[in-house]
Every structure is written in C-alpha cells, then in structure tokens.
C-alpha cells in the first residue's frame, strides 16, 4: 500500500528528523503507489483477480487521480482566496477519515457473511503490531548503516515514511481491486488497525527517537568542536 501524506510527515516533524524529505518522500510515495500497488498485486494474483488491469487503472484514474488534479489545479487558481478564507482543512480531513474508518468497520462487522471472532480480531492486532516493530527496526538499522551517510535526521524520515501505509489510498484500491469478492471487508481489516496502530506506536516513540536523534548530532558535532578547539590552541 502507498504510503500517507500527514501522518509520516506529522510525527517526522514531532521528532525533528528532516522534514522536507518526509513531504517528498509522502507524496511521491502516493503517487507511485497509485499504479504500483495495483499492478503488484495483479501480477501476484494472476487470473485470480476479477477485473481487469485496465479497469482497475480507469477506475483509480476517475476516483483518485482526477481528483487530486482537481484539487490542485482550484489551489493554485484561488490561492489567496483559499488562504484568506480560513476553512480548517485540517479538521475536514480528519473527520473525513474517521468517517471513512468508521463505515469500513460497520461494513466488516454488519455482515452476516463475515465470521470474526475475537479471538482472529486479537490476534490482527497483535500482529500488526509485531509487524510495524520488525519494519522500524529494519529501517533503523539498515540506515544506520554507514554505506548510505544518511544523516540522524534522515533516518527519522525514513523510519515513519517507509513504514506508514494509506488508509484513505488502501481501501478505494481494495474496494476497486477485490469488487464483487465477498471476503472483501475482512481483507481491509488489517489495513484499518495497521492505520490506527501506526499513529499510536508512532506517537509512543516520538521522545525515544528524538533523544536518541538529539544524542547522535550531539556526538557527530563532538569531533569538530574538538578540532576547532585544538587548532585554536595551537
């Protein structure tokens, strides 16, 4: 699934990692997985999807892309006016999402159709959990590693940016992707605690990671400040 525009970008920020990359990485990120999300999982799935490749990139086209084109093209057309209308966009967007987390479970869990336990719900949510911790953990260490001298900060970005997956790109896709599978609410339940689950674990390792982002250009400035004292002496 692509990746989120706010929520990586929010806590890249919140920690004080590189910003800038976490907007570029996010957004490209969703725009690239826009057609490669779709295709990956058409090319694992083989015959057994239901629709075709090309209905699957119209529909995404009409649903997705269209819009966002839309949107940007009435931005840059009214950017005072937009400015200077003070609509909390902010707080559109989130009640948005809620919303749209809120019909998917009523969806999943009205269905006579679908069994679910909670003993299956638990165990989702176990290991969605397990798995964000291994991918964190992936991401630190491969890039601490010192071939790609990404700074401290850029592991912050990178950290939540390849991480975090859409909820509100994820679920239209399955929606398109799985039409007409009758499965299909419980395959988008991972997805809707993976979305929740990453904020919330993202939010608990804010301070840890930025005392240790603070600590690591604390240390890296060490060696300079040393030599500058050194050659001041001399």
């Known amino acids: 699934m692509p990746p989120p525009v706010s929520s990586a970008v929010i806590l890249t920020k919140a920690v004080g990692g590189n910003e800038a990359a976490a907007i570029f990485n996010s957004a490209f990120g969703s725009f ?33 892309v269209l819009p ?3 949107g940007q093209v009435i931005r840059c057309c009214a950017v005072k006016s937009i400015q200077n209308s003070n609509i909390p ?13 809120y019909t998917t479970f009523c969806d999943t869990f009205s269905s006579t159709n679908q069994d679910i336990d ?3 719900l638990l165990s989702i949510v176990f290991l969605v959990c397990i798995i964000q911790v291994v991918l964190l953990c992936i991401t630190f260490f491969v890039s601490r590693w010192q071939v790609w001298n990404f700074s401290p ?9 390849s ?6 790109l994820g679920i239209p896709m399955l929606k398109i992707l799985f039409a007409g599978f009758p499965n299909l609410t419980l395959i ?32 890296s400035k ?13």
């Open 222 to 234: 060490l060696p300079r400040h040393h030599f500058a004292s050194s050659n001041h002496i001399l």
């Open 32 to 64: 690239l997985g826009i057609f490669a999300t779709p295709t990956l999982l058409l090319y694992f799935m083989g015959s057994s999807s239901a629709v075709s490749i090309h209905s699957v990139f119209w529909t995404l086209f009409v649903t997705v």
């Open 163 to 168: 991480t975090h997956k859409s909820l509100t």
């Open 153 to 161: 900060d850029d592991t912050v970005a990178i950290m939540f940016c």
């Open 188 to 219: 988008s339940v991972p997805l809707l605690v993976y979305h929740p689950t990453q904020i919330l674990l993202g939010g608990f390792l804010v301070p840890i990671v930025r005392g240790w982002m603070l600590a690591e250009q604390k240390r």
């Open 118 to 120: 909670e003993i299956s």
């Open 89 to 101: 966009y902010g707080t559109i967007s989130s009640c948005v999402l809620l919303l749209i987390i």
């Open 68 to 70: 966002l084109v839309i």
